[in-house]
C-alpha cells in the first residue's frame, strides 16, 4: 500500500512522541518530548505532517514559518525505513508547505556527524551556512555540533 500523508494536531503529540522516541538515538539529543512537541504545534505558524502506511505512523515533519523563512524542526523517519525515500518526501513536502504558506527560504539545524541526513538536505539544494557548537547533548551529557543550513524556496524535485 502506498504512504499516506496527514497534517498532525495537537491531539498527535503523544504519537509524534513516540516516532520521535524510535526515530532518534537519545544518546545524540536530538528527539523531542510531547510537551516541547505541544508547545511548538501550538504556535500560530507551526505545523506537522505525519507519513503512515496501512494506518501505521512511520515519520513526521515538524516545521515553522516566521515572515518568508520556514525552520525545518524535526524529520523523523522509522528506522524499519530509513534508506527508501521517505525521509525526502517530508522533506520536500514540508518546502511545499513552506512555499505555499509565504516562505522564501528554509532553514535547518542537523548534527554535525549524522551523514544520511546530511546527504538528503546537500541532494535538496541546502548548504551549510554556519555551526553550533555543543547544540545537542545526549543523555549522557555528552554535546554534540549541529550544521545549520539553508535553502532558497523552492525546492524542486528531481
Known amino acids: 500500500m502506498t504512504m499516506q500523508f496527514r497534517p498532525a494536531t495537537a491531539r498527535d503529540t503523544l504519537l509524534l512522541a513516540s516516532l520521535a522516541r524510535e526515530a532518534f538515538d537519545p544518546m545524540f539529543g536530538e528527539g523531542w518530548s510531547s510537551s516541547q ?20 505512523p512511520l515519520g513526521f515533519t515538524l516545521s515553522r ?18 534508506g527508501q525515500g521517505l525521509g525526502r518526501e517530508l522533506l520536500l513536502r514540508a518546502a511545499g508547505h513552506a512555499v505555499n504558506n509565504g516562505a522564501r527560504f528554509m532553514h535547518l539545524e542537523v548534527r554535525k556527524n549524522n ?27 555528552h554535546a554534540h555540533d549541529a550544521v545549520t543550513m539553508k535553502r532558497e524556496l523552492p525546492i524542486i524535485s528531481a
Open 37 to 56: 512537541l505541544t508547545g511548538t504545534l501550538s504556535q500560530p505558524h507551526a505545523w506537522s505532517e505525519i507519513a503512515s502506511r496501512n494506518d501505521t
Open 65 to 82: 514559518i516566521a515572515a518568508d523563512e520556514a525552520e525545518l524542526l524535526l524529520v523523523a523517519v522509522h528506522p524499519k525505513e530509513r
Open 115 to 141: 551523514l544520511p541526513a546530511l546527504n538528503i538536505y546537500r541532494a535538496a539544494g541546502f548548504c551549510e551556512v554556519g555551526q553550533r557548537t555543543a547544540y545537542y547533548r545526549g543523555m549522557d551529557g
